[in-house]
């Protein structure tokens, strides 16, 4: 009897380690069949917006003192030199086009504690975003604009939609002064009364033109995250999915990044 309730009992362990290894190790026809469940199955469809801009040999640099003209450059060509393969050489400003500010960039004691691109947030770069559009405010976002946005508590990203857009600034190769941007007064107060890690703009800087060093030190003092010069031509207001990765750069202050939104 006793040797019975044994046997019965190791066919119980066997079977069940069996199920066991059956869940942990599917089979490829119960693969197959998911991969078929999956196919029919209703999914639903999202649109990508891609909101960088390429790195064409007109785009405009600040100050038009770094020209990205040559940024790509073909150093061995199969056809020119018989080479076995196709061989290119990027060399770039680092702010160039659509790009992210890491701390550092203004503040040099975060520069030499090595705040740079690569210890950026990604939970900060990846998540939900809201987008304002302010294109038909006069002037520069100042503290009163900011207050009539209403900016609720708890939004971490914001794109601002501005004038440069329907001016087209982005496509001129000339750097223009007269973009639109924060002013010192306008950054201060957002990072004084709302929640956000993250702030987008539509030009190669956040800030005005007559105080570049104001707004970067409010934000960057704040360890906010800035993308600048984002392509927003066919971006309306509301909310979307930012997904905004700079390359693993080490000792550098910003990048260049490919910036999407998914909705």
């Not at 659509?98 to 740079?116: C, L, Q």
């Not at 939970?123 to 559009?133: F, H, N, T």
């Not at 906010?224 to 202050?253: F, H, M, N, Q, W």
Request: charged share 25%; aromatic share 6%; with cysteine.
């Amino acid at each position: 009897m006793k040797v019975c309730s044994l046997i019965l009992l190791l066919w119980i362990t066997v079977v069940n380690a069996l199920e066991l290894v059956d869940e942990a190790y599917p089979s490829i026809e119960t693969l197959a069949c998911a991969a078929r469940s999956a196919g029919t199955a209703r999914v639903e469809k999202k649109r990508i917006t891609d909101i960088t801009h390429e790195l064409r040999p007109d785009l405009p640099s600040f100050g038009g003192e770094f020209p990205v003209t040559d940024a790509v450059k073909l150093v061995r060509g199969m056809r020119r030199d018989k080479e076995i393969c196709n061989l290119s050489e990027l060399k770039i400003i680092v702010h160039s086009g659509t790009h992210v500010d890491a701390p550092g960039h203004f503040i040099n004691e975060f520069y030499e504690a090595g705040y740079d691109v690569n210890g950026l947030d990604l939970e900060i770069l990846v998540g939900p975003v809201l987008i304002v559009d302010v294109s038909k405010e006069e002037g520069h976002i100042t503290e009163q604009v900011l207050q009539k946005l209403k900016i609720p508590r708890g939004v971490e990203r914001v794109i601002f939609k501005t004038a440069n857009t329907p001016r087209r600034l982005m496509y001129k190769p000339e750097f223009d002064t007269s973009y639109v941007g924060f002013t010192k007064e306008g950054a201060e107060w957002l990072v004084t009364n709302t929640d956000i890690k993250l702030v987008g703009i539509d030009y190669l800087s956040v800030a005005i033109a007559e105080d570049p060093t104001g707004p970067h030190e409010a934000f960057l003092s704040r360890k906010l995250i800035l993308v600048e010069a984002l392509k927003l031509d066919e971006v309306d207001a509301g909310l979307s999915t930012l997904y905004c990765l700079p390359l693993r750069l080490i000792k550098a202050e910003g990048s260049p990044a490919r910036c999407i939104l998914i909705s």
